[in-house]
């Protein structure tokens, strides 16, 4: 039991919120180890040569990560966050070990399906429970903290990989520092963070009477989310497009910027300039979001990272490569944690964790689909090509948002 009154509010929880977020960035600087080298990893040691091939460790990830996020929400509701949480890092301690000491690229594979699972236990729990801590009206700037912390983590961590790559070598020395993140991200976890399932139980008693409505089974949820609910539906549509490009971002601008002719250093370098900006500007767009609502900053932000992706298919300018980098990190800042409020707005609190994990499962499905869609497209027409066509998938998103998604958190 509770020794003290149960509030919700980032200050009235400011402990635990502020904890919360320093194990997110360990969870984000866990997956930045491999965003600047894995693919460079691929053609050194592995001598593979195939986009598609090379691509596969993320189709892995995304498909791993985007089915646990589902099993996330439903665990989290049933048996704690705290427990999806620790179990999320447990997961996670060998795939450090098994990148540095990889004997083939199916090693790498097998590491990136649990570093999937173990990404979709522990960032889905720390959204739910910093929703479940912040209650309703400050929940974009709670999700635009939570996401910075998480993404300026992994980009501080594929530029520290990057040197280290330029400096030591590709392995082991760079995923080193993936044993010194799993261990800090697994202690706190256990010793520090606190169960907010009873954050929940006292926001529903100031909520609106429950309904029939409001009482779901897992497939209702999972229809309204991803189908028949207009707003949940076009949320988990722009979250799947969003990491569409993500996951070619990814996987492929590495090879883009090393065809241009980019140095491992400055390909370190831009790898990390999209998340940065990315983790940086989400701590104002999520709070903006607040305050202005969430639909046209969603629109908006798929278009930027449209032309995003235009400018590095039109370049091989570091220059402009890093201009690039730049407006996709704004755009996708734009969307990321607004995406996650609307999933709040909308969902009762009986079933919002779930409809987190269904938002998510779609969401990062676009990491699978993205690698696989960008990679066979850039072996059959070339790398100029399949940027092309995801700027061009990102751009018809925003069209989709800004014609059905209805505004659900009236400035």
């Not at 236990?121 to 959204?127: A, D, E, G, N, R």
């Not at 912390?149 to 040197?163: D, E, I, K, Q």
Request: avoid cysteine.
């Amino acid at each position: 039991m509770h020794a003290t009154p149960i509030r919700l509010g980032l200050r009235e929880n400011l402990g635990q919120f502020s904890l919360l977020v320093l194990v997110n960035a360990f969870v984000g600087a866990t997956v930045g180890l491999e965003r600047s080298i894995l693919p460079a990893i691929a053609e050194h040691d592995f001598h593979i040569a195939a986009r598609a091939a090379i691509l596969s460790f993320i189709v892995v990830f995304g498909i791993a990560k985007a089915l646990t996020n589902y099993f996330a929400g439903r665990l989290s509701d049933r048996f704690g966050r705290k427990l999806v949480l620790v179990a999320g890092w447990v997961v996670a301690i060998p795939v450090p070990l098994m990148l540095m000491r990889a004997p083939t690229w199916h090693w790498v594979v097998w590491a990136n399906l649990l570093l999937g699972i173990s990404q979709g236990l522990t960032w889905s729990t720390t959204v739910i429970m910093k929703i479940d801590l912040v209650g309703p009206r400050q929940r974009g700037l709670a999700m635009g903290l939570n996401e910075f912390s998480g993404y300026a983590a992994l980009a501080a961590s594929a530029l520290a990989t990057g040197w280290m790559a330029a400096r030591f070598g590709l392995r082991p020395q760079p995923f080193y520092l993936g044993v010194v993140y799993v261990a800090a991200g697994l202690l706190l976890s256990i010793l520090a963070v606190r169960e907010t399932r009873h954050h929940v139980v006292h926001e529903m008693r100031g909520h609106r009477p429950m309904h029939n409505d409001d009482v779901l089974s897992p497939g209702e949820v999972f229809r309204r989310t991803s189908l028949t609910d207009r707003n949940l539906s076009s949320v988990s549509q722009a979250g799947l497009v969003n990491n569409l490009n993500d996951g070619t971002a990814w996987g492929l601008f590495p090879v883009v910027f090393a065809t241009a002719g980019m140095t491992l250093k400055q390909i370190g370098m831009l790898a990390a300039i999209y998340p940065a900006v990315w983790g940086m500007t989400q701590i104002f767009t999520g709070a903006l979001s607040d305050r202005i609502g969430r639909k046209w900053l969603i629109a908006a932000g798929m278009w930027v990272q449209a032309l995003g992706l235009a400018i590095t298919a039109l370049t091989t300018h570091f220059v402009l490569f890093s201009l690039s980098a730049v407006l996709l990190g704004i755009g996708t800042a734009m969307v990321y944690p607004t995406l996650l409020a609307a999933i709040g707005d909308v969902a009762h609190p009986s079933w919002r964790a779930s409809a987190v994990g269904v938002y998510r499962l779609w969401r990062d499905l676009g990491y699978a689909i993205g690698a696989l869609l960008a990679g066979i497209t850039a072996d059959l027409f070339g790398l100029s090509f399949a940027v092309w066509m995801v700027a061009a998938l990102t751009l018809l998103s925003g069209v989709i948002v800004a014609i059905r998604l209805q505004e659900t958190h009236p400035a």
